[in-house]
């Protein structure tokens, strides 16, 4: 569940965002930082972190503000799903990570889904595209819209990366400790039914 203050804080960094984007009235500029500075604050006062940290964040966003787009991939093998140990959280998750510019959904998808397990596949489905504040993940700073492709499996071995400690497949009944900033068991379980369901429409909100 979202939390109220941290809806705030991200509305006032994004009207920020965009005002400085379009703005070039210096005393309107100045506003608009205050307010920026305003929802560090607000991040900072409920998380115990530096406020100029979390300012630098934020003034390092560039432009309109839009949502960001996280990409995952969904690879069955022999009904079982392929997920990584994040080395951030020592938790497991489904590969995947930010889209690039300049990358379609499906390629940032099958790049991710390689660099974090190894494993070279086909995106062939759009199984989900969800708007991350409404399925049960872990309070995240920016807003951010999630989008899981079914991958088919082409080749490659197991492999870990600089994010990724360990590689493996599991069954729907012997899941892992999940890192609920990427994944929840509500989406990996209707992803599990998806593969039961093939024919079954793209869920989004």
């Given at each position: 569940m979202d939390l109220q203050w941290l809806a705030w804080a991200r509305k006032l960094q994004a009207l920020a965002q965009s005002g400085l984007a379009?703005?070039?009235?210096?005393?309107?500029?100045?506003?608009?930082?205050?307010?920026?500075?305003?929802?560090?604050?607000?991040?900072?006062?409920?998380?115990?972190?530096?406020?100029?940290?979390?300012?630098?964040?934020?003034?390092?966003?560039?432009?309109?503000?839009?949502?960001?787009?996280?990409?995952?991939?969904?690879?069955?093998?022999?009904?079982?799903?392929?997920l990584v140990k994040e080395r951030a959280d020592g938790r497991w998750s489904l590969p995947g990570g930010w889209a690039d510019i300049g990358e379609s959904p499906a390629e940032a998808t099958e790049r991710e889904v390689y660099e974090e397990s190894g494993y070279r596949t086909r995106a062939v489905k759009l199984l989900a595209f969800y708007d991350r504040n409404g399925h049960g993940h872990t309070p995240y700073i920016f807003h951010t819209y999630k989008v899981f492709f079914r991958c088919e499996l082409l080749g490659g071995e197991p492999t870990h990366s600089i994010e990724t400690a360990e590689v493996g497949f599991f069954r729907e009944d012997s899941l892992p400790e999940l890192s609920l900033l990427r994944v929840t068991p509500e989406e990996i379980a209707r992803f599990f039914e998806h593969l039961r369901h093939p024919d079954w429409p793209t869920d989004f909100d």
């Open positions: 379009y703005s070039e009235n210096p005393f309107d500029r100045e506003r608009y930082e205050a307010v920026r500075r305003i929802a560090a604050e607000m991040v900072a006062g409920c998380t115990g972190t530096d406020p100029g940290l979390v300012d630098e964040l934020f003034a390092g966003q560039a432009g309109y503000a839009t949502p960001k787009v996280d990409v995952r991939g969904v690879v069955f093998r022999d009904d079982a799903i392929l």
